[in-house]
């Protein structure tokens, strides 16, 4: 959604977090596969295979240097994919934790991100009802 903000190499960074996040709960799943390839598309980044998965710390390292506007971005971008099936595992948890200490977000600002995230979702998803309601 937000996704166009960013500079190509925050784009390539996000992706590698979006990318290592769908695995965080042990598969990467549909829903989560689909939102990964719509961030492909929104980034125009269309032959892009991850590759910095043995290296996500070097990663985060270099996306907490990116301004906290592009920071809000990957959080609620990263939200968007971890929230996709509707859990919240403990690695996901412990993830977003030590990413947003990196990123130098406090709780309050963690938490009022995903809570927007899951509004969103639900938004969406009361959208389709509508829609599809016979």
Do not use: T
Request: proline residues 1%; contains cysteine.
């Amino acid at each position: 959604m937000y996704l166009s903000e960013l500079n190509i190499g925050e784009k390539k960074n996000f992706l590698e977090l979006a990318f290592y996040a769908m695995g965080l709960n042990g598969e990467h799943k549909q829903e989560e596969q689909q939102i990964f390839n719509s961030f492909i598309n929104e980034c125009e980044l269309s032959s892009y295979e991850p590759k910095k998965q043995q290296n996500i710390e070097s990663v985060i390292k270099v996306i907490a240097k990116s301004a906290n506007k592009n920071k809000r971005i990957v959080l609620i971008e990263l939200f968007g994919i971890i929230l996709a099936d509707n859990e919240f595992c403990d690695a996901e948890e412990a993830f977003i934790e030590k990413l947003s200490l990196s990123l130098k977000f406090d709780d309050y600002q963690v938490k009022k991100i995903k809570r927007w995230v899951e509004a969103m979702n639900d938004i969406v998803q009361e959208g389709f009802q509508l829609i599809n309601k016979d």
